[in-house]
């Protein structure tokens, strides 16, 4: 009995000890060789990302004009069409936030710009086109080359 106590010992001991090995193995240091490419890979896309957020992703706090908020997509698309087919110079912006469909249109940096072109709306969409603070697009200005 005290033969096998002991053989049950020593077998649930061996593990513990070669957590010991492991530890001892994690203290070693690893040596990465990295090819000296990749850094100019990184600094290049970098710069990539710079030059398009100048060129494309600039934004302010402007004014754009609510033409229509409802709940039936055909309707808010069929108004989508009527802005492009009117006024070609606005941009439209439709977006779902449940469960209604905003179709904003224009991107007006003054409220008196918002204003003239809400009046000429007016006549297209008789329920009312409300101006309403967003944020808007601007074009990047034409800047000389490099």
């Keep these: 009995m005290k033969s096998i106590l002991l053989l049950l010992t020593l077998a649930l001991s061996l593990p513990g000890l070669s957590q ?3 530890t001892r193995r994690m203290e070693q240091s690893v040596v990465v060789h ?5 850094d100019l890979l990184v600094s290049k896309q ?23 908020n409802t ?9 989508k069409t ?8 606005l941009k439209a912006y439709l977006v779902y936030q449940a469960p209604f469909f ?3 249109a224009g991107n ?4 008196d710009e918002a ?24 074009k990047p200005e034409e800047s000389p080359e490099e």
């Design 20 to 22: 010991i090995d492991t």
């Design 34 to 38: 990295k090819d000296p490419r990749i």
């Design 46 to 68: 970098a710069s990539i990302n710079t030059s398009s957020k100048k060129m494309y992703g600039r934004t302010m706090r402007g004014y754009r004009l609510m033409v229509m």
């Design 71 to 79: 709940n039936k997509r055909d309707e808010a698309i069929a108004a």
């Design 82 to 89: 009527k802005v492009y087919t009117a006024f070609p110079e």
């Design 102 to 104: 905003r179709l904003k």
């Design 108 to 111: 007006f940096k003054t409220r």
């Design 115 to 138: 204003v003239r072109y809400q009046r000429m709306m007016n006549t297209y969409f008789p329920k009312g086109v409300f101006i309403v603070n967003d944020v808007i697009e601007v």
